[in-house]
């Protein structure tokens, strides 16, 4: 039997999370406008948040500043995107907003290969060309 290992399921659970996120945004602007949808997600993350700091033992708050300051840089990062998000979807087609976002992963690869030294190997520029090719497709 094949093992399929921890981080590949993570990374699908994370997958159908951002799909599932993308379209409750949608169906959220087609009610109420974006900065009302923005607040309430916000309140959705802290909600969310709360639950999994009382669900969780021994969390501790200590750490290296450096990385307690990129995590902080996550969350506004995330926010900041999530409210365009929903401007963009407020203007456009869920189709063409949603395709146009998801090449995200491209700027992860790329500053990761130039400040973390990480390899981008053939098969990863393939995927990084045929990913910004598929964007082009289906957003127009």
Avoid at 77 to 92: D, E, H, K, M, N
Avoid at 93 to 98: C, M, P, R
Wanted: glycine share 8%; hydrophobic share 60%.
């Amino acid at each position: 039997m094949i093992k399929v290992p921890d981080w590949l399921i993570y990374a699908l659970i994370c997958s159908l999370l951002y799909g599932l996120w993308g379209f409750f945004a949608n169906l959220a602007t087609k009610y109420i406008d974006y900065k009302t949808a923005f607040v309430y997600e916000a309140i959705g993350a802290t909600l969310t948040t709360l639950f999994i700091l009382v669900k969780t033992n021994n969390l501790s708050f200590e750490g290296d500043v450096r990385g307690i300051m990129f995590a902080v840089l996550v969350g506004v990062c995330g926010t900041v995107a999530s409210l365009v998000f929903f401007i963009a979807l407020g203007t456009g087609k869920v189709a063409n907003v949603v395709s146009v976002t998801s090449i995200y992963p491209l700027i992860t690869i790329v500053l990761s290969a130039l400040f973390l030294k990480e390899a981008i190997t053939l098969p990863h520029f393939f995927g990084v060309l045929f990913a910004i090719i598929a964007v082009i497709l289906s957003a127009y």
